[in-house]
């Protein structure tokens, strides 16, 4: 396929000018237009590239501005470069209103820290509040406030956590096994130690003696250690065309898979800029072809998750993106099979990319820039869909060593695009790793004692981006829904540490423990998060659910309101463990709690209705199927205890949600040696067909 045709199939005009393949880390090439004019031709477009701000040297001279500090013409020119304050946009307030929405979460948490300064040795509280990380609750409601922007400077956007210090980095940070004193012991994050729990335990062993005597306390992350390897075996597509498939695989299936990826995995965890991979990345491909290089392998990881996506829009009937699915009728809103929709027909669709990736990484294994974090990432959101766990946190924990590698180098020389796109992936990598570290008791990389350094991700655009015709304006609104919503789980999971380091401890000789305020105080804030994000991804209970135009539209909402009851669920599982340990010593706001975390632990949209029909886009499948093998043991041991008051605290409707978390189980069995144990273990106890427990 020739250029022509390569820019068509990503919708660009070809009299736009623009010399693909310009590299936005190289400082001596000018813009593709300039560089268009110094070999002969001229741009038939009068502007390739819109500067959200110019210098003023620009602005007199009308002329364009790279936005470089200096730019190019001040530069050259020898001159001051200077620019005015921007005003803040609307993307960047709402932005501001839920980062400040974090900041009060931290702020209300460090003024109770003389509350709870007992409750472990290893945790460190700030002892008072900072003036200015105070924020008016106020501001937080209000749409039209500029001011709020200024949170979103680089160095006032920064989380500062409560927590000043931490001494657990070189250990699980999920099993603190040293109490924080004689009368209190620490409760593990992980669902599957919940198999172990004492009272648990202790019921099991009665119940079925034999069913525990095999079974180790991390034999999940055994199980998962143990599975055979993935195969690396290829399907070249079309069938026939022998190992030099890829050199005669057409651009415009290239492309369509690429959008396909853009359009689902990447905004769910947005470590590529689509502007970057369109303008610099695939642009290296076309002129020498796959090769055993880093560019290669980031496009060959997205090709096989963009097979991923193509089988989840053919499961949810969804029509691919406009231009990649044969649209028998306009007005028809399904899937229609594309000419190529063969290449997805693998057991693990993408697999044969993937494994060419897997072949052609031996050069680039050293390298711990910017790219290798990303190929790493995409290995590991690969592996995750396959349920790999320990597979993916092996690629997860090598993206952790180039985040660090980047955090240690010389910064001089970044750009704000380059170190946005640095925060982009370290808060995608920590949020992965922490996610496994805590399930499976796997080895920390250290990477999260730098959250308290790294800012929130701005979304910098990519400095050499083109334009993107009639789609602009719709792009635009698809990215700053889906930026908004890579903040909220940003802020999503920095609570949930927050819940885990302050809540997690058993204290049989204290019956005011957890400390109500405290408690009270983390409630609160869960529903300051709920209530700070952005209207266009707020979540409403109320409302008739719309029907989602894309898989993603229906994927986000799910997400985000699952990661609330989540978050509540979690808030009630200390209690729930004082149930099933000491129940003499529950009062009437204990068993609201234990009620109220297992209706949180009930209904979770992200597997549930329209995005149960899309497994192929399913996110987190594994870290889904442990939450639901914990909270199963946890309605067993709660309708077996001997106190009739915590039996009640059981919602009406468990049996029906049991019914269905274990058909989740049930489904992703086959995959995972570790969920096909759980469904074993779980069955054994009762969970037949009646599921009465």
Known sequence: MNKRNFREAFGFARNEGLEIGSSPFDNSVDHPSAAAED?????????TFIALQACEACRAKKTRCDEGKPCGLCQSLGIECQYKERKATKKEIS????????????????????QVSGITSSLAFQTSPRTEDVVDTNLLLSTDNSKAAV??????????????????????I???????????????????????WPAINTQITTAVPSLLSSLQKEYASDLEMERDKLTMATNPYPLGVGDAWLDKLPYSIITALSEVYFATFNLMSPLLDQDAYIYDTLPTILRGGFGHDMYSCVVLNVLALGCMSVKGYQEGGFPLPAGHGRQSNATEISFESPEWVGIIGEEYPGLSFFNEARKRIGASLCENDLQSCQFYLLSGIYLMQLVRPTDGWAMFSRACVCCLTMLKSDQTDRGDWEADMQ????????????????????????????ENDVPIPKFSPFPHRGRHGARAAERVENDTFFQFHFLAQVAHRILLSRIRQTLFFYSPSEENFPPTSLVSELYHQLEQWRDSLPESIRIDESATPSVPKTPMHAFVPAILYTRYKVAKFHLGRPFLYKALHNPSSLGDDDLQACHSSLIAGMDWPHTSDICRDMPSLQPLKFATCSQYFGQLLVYWGIKRSPDSRVREVVPEGYERWASEMMG?????????MTVSRD???????????????
């Open 174 to 196: 999920d099993v603190l096994e040293t109490p924080a004193s004689a009368s209190r012991t620490a409760i593990s994050f992980s669902q599957h130690h919940v198999l172990f």
């Open 423 to 450: 925060c982009r992936v370290f808060w995608t990598t920590l949020m992965f790793e922490t996610i496994l570290i805590q399930e499976l008791n796997l080895p920390n990389s250290g990477l999260r004692q730098f």
């Open 679 to 693: 469904v074993e273990i779980i069955e054994a106890l009762g969970f037949g067909k009646s599921l009465k427990l």
């Open 95 to 114: 932005s501001a209103m839920l980062m400040n929405g974090l900041r009060r979460v931290e702020t209300r948490l460090e003024s109770l820290s003389q």
């Open 664 to 672: 989740f189980l049930r489904e992703c069995a086959p995959h995972s």
């Open 151 to 172: 949170a979103h400077s680089p160095s006032e956007s920064r989380l500062r956590p409560a927590l000043s210090s931490m001494d657990d980095l070189n250990q699980d």
């Open 39 to 47: 070999n002969g031709t001229k741009s038939s477009s009068s502007r």
